[in-house]
Each structure stands twice: as C-alpha cells, then as structure tokens.
C-alpha cells in the first residue's frame, strides 16, 4: 500500500541529501580546477611577460644555490635589466606604499630569472616554500606586508594559488642595498 507520509520523509531526506552533496561536489571540482598546477612558463606568455637576463651578482655570493629538491635563492632587489638600480628610496618617507609594491614586483621578475636561468625552466618549480621580504622602510611605517605582495601576488599569478604561497615574513629594515626600496629572498621546492 502506498503510505505518503512515509514517502514524502525519505524523498525528501534523499532530495535534501543529493542537493547537499551535489554543490560539495561541484565546489570540490571546480576548487580541483582552479587550484592545480598550472605551466608557470605558459602563464608567463600569457600575462606577456618576458623575463629579462639575470643581472650578475654585484658581491661575493651566488644568484642560487640547489641543495636536493630545494633551491635557495639570494636576496634580490629591484634592478633594472640593465643591472641600474631602481625604487630608491624608504617607503612611508618618500616612496608611497603601491611605488614599494611595484618594486617587489620588480624583485619579483627578477628572482623568476634566476630561478629559470638556475633550473633551465619555471615547469621544474614544485612550489614556493619560504620568502623573506625586507622594506627599505621609514621609522613610522607598518604597512610591510602590503608593500611584498607586490612579489607574491605576482607567484601567485605565475604559479597559481597553491604553488606560487608559501610562508612568508615581510619585515622593516633602516636602509638596504643601493638605498633601493625592498630585497626579497626565497626558498623553492624543485623537481630532481
């Protein structure tokens, strides 16, 4: 016999059920899809960035060091192509907040030739493991980690959201190199 009380329970709870799992499971595919590795030399073509030759260490040090799977990478700073410093100055005194972002995203640039001048291509990076992003920063200023996400935002755009954050610290500093306005150091996972 046909109970509709009984019916309308478990077709409703197996509806209520299905419509739960089902956005579950398309919010896990598209996360899945959005989320995976991209080809960081492809995503460099499409953003229409060219990575310029690395400027020759102006110390006693090495651009990179490859220890295993890691890639340790020196402090960089926003010069030019042409090896010419660039963003001098200390932001909050007479560099605004988006004049730093834009020079850590000429480290950024920078740091990505060398790992592909060191590794041969950015396909061979697993992932970006640790930053330190130093500001050439006035006394007063607190703003550090919006000036390095000029660096990150550009990982992030080149290898995607997984591989392109890693840890990071974005600290003050009362003068660095060439008076320029931010360093950056980095630490890769890579492939064997």
């Known amino acids: 016999?046909?109970?509709?009380?009984?019916?309308?329970?478990?077709?409703?709870?197996?509806?209520?059920?299905?419509?739960?799992?089902?956005?579950?499971?398309?919010?896990?595919?598209?996360?899945?899809?959005?989320?995976r590795q991209v080809s960081p030399e492809a995503r460099l073509r499409e953003l229409g960035?060219?990575?310029?030759?690395?400027?020759?260490?102006?110390?006693t040090y090495v651009p990179a060091v490859r220890v295993g799977s890691i890639l340790y990478v020196a402090g960089h700073t926003p010069r030019l192509?042409?090896?010419?410093?660039?963003?001098?100055?200390?932001?909050?005194?007479?560099?605004?907040?988006?004049?730093?972002?834009?020079?850590?995203?000429?480290?950024?640039?920078?740091?990505l030739a060398t790992v592909r001048s060191t590794l041969g291509s950015l396909d061979d990076v697993v992932r970006l493991v640790r930053t330190l992003g130093m500001v050439n920063a006035a006394p007063h200023f607190s703003s550090h980690p919006q000036v390095i996400n000029g660096f990150s935002d550009l990982m992030v755009d080149v290898f995607?959201?997984?591989?392109?954050?890693?840890?990071?610290?974005?600290?003050?500093?009362?003068?660095?190199?060439?008076?320029?306005?931010?360093?950056?150091?980095?630490?890769?996972?890579?492939?064997?």
């Open 160 to 192: 995607g959201q997984d591989a392109g954050k890693g840890t990071r610290a974005a600290v003050g500093m009362s003068s660095l190199p060439g008076g320029m306005a931010v360093e950056v150091e980095t630490f890769w996972e890579v492939r064997g």
């Open 49 to 59: 960035i060219e990575l310029a030759t690395p400027v020759a260490p102006v110390a």
């Open 81 to 111: 192509p042409d090896g010419s410093p660039s963003h001098l100055g200390k932001v909050g005194q007479n560099l605004s907040v988006d004049e730093g972002r834009a020079a850590a995203r000429q480290v950024g640039l920078n740091i």
């Open 1 to 35: 016999m046909h109970d509709p009380t009984r019916r309308g329970f478990f077709g409703g709870s197996a509806a209520a059920a299905a419509a739960l799992l089902l956005p579950r499971r398309l919010t896990a595919a598209r996360s899945a899809f959005w989320n």
